[in-house]
């Protein structure tokens, strides 16, 4: 089964790159320095920011469908990210250094199935959810924290 894996889009976020503490305070964001690596993954390039890489950490809409299954939470977005992860047929090394939900959606935006993977395990498990054609996409969550990594769909 041929999969892609996208990051965000770094529209959305553009604007507040640079922007000061207060600035960004008043908008509800947070600047962290990253300070150990693995531990603060950027959703547009999905990867682990470097010790000392800027990031912003924002609410964010990952799933804005009009379905029970409507979310936001916390991300993480490397602060001057601009090209979005467009990865076909692998993963990368920040979706399989940690616990990684994965959760398979139909066209309504419905959670059909859902699998719990880490390391090796995370892509027979994608494979696995997209095997089933009603599953539209899937998106993987770090499962500790619980919040979006990336989507991942059938290329």
Not at 37 to 62: C, F, K, M, W
Not at 94 to 117: K, N, Q, T, Y
């Amino acid at each position: 089964m041929s999969f892609r894996v996208r990051g965000l889009d770094p529209e959305p976020f553009r604007h507040l790159y640079g922007l000061s503490e207060a600035g960004l305070a008043e908008l509800g964001v947070v600047r962290r320095i990253a300070d150990a690596q693995p531990g603060y993954p950027d959703r547009i390039e999905v990867r682990d920011a470097a010790p000392g890489e800027s990031l912003l950490l924002v609410n964010h809409t990952h799933q804005p469908a009009n379905s029970p299954y409507r979310a936001s939470h916390a991300i993480f977005v490397r602060e001057g990210a601009e090209t979005p992860l467009d990865l076909v047929d692998a993963l990368p090394r920040a979706l399989l250094v940690r616990p990684i939900s994965l959760r398979g959606f139909d066209e309504a935006a419905m959670m059909l199935d859902a699998e719990l993977a880490d390391g090796a395990a995370v892509e027979p498990a994608v494979e696995r959810l997209l095997a089933n054609p009603k599953i539209a996409y899937v998106h993987a969550h770090y499962a500790r924290p619980g919040c979006y990594a990336a989507l991942i769909e059938r290329a």
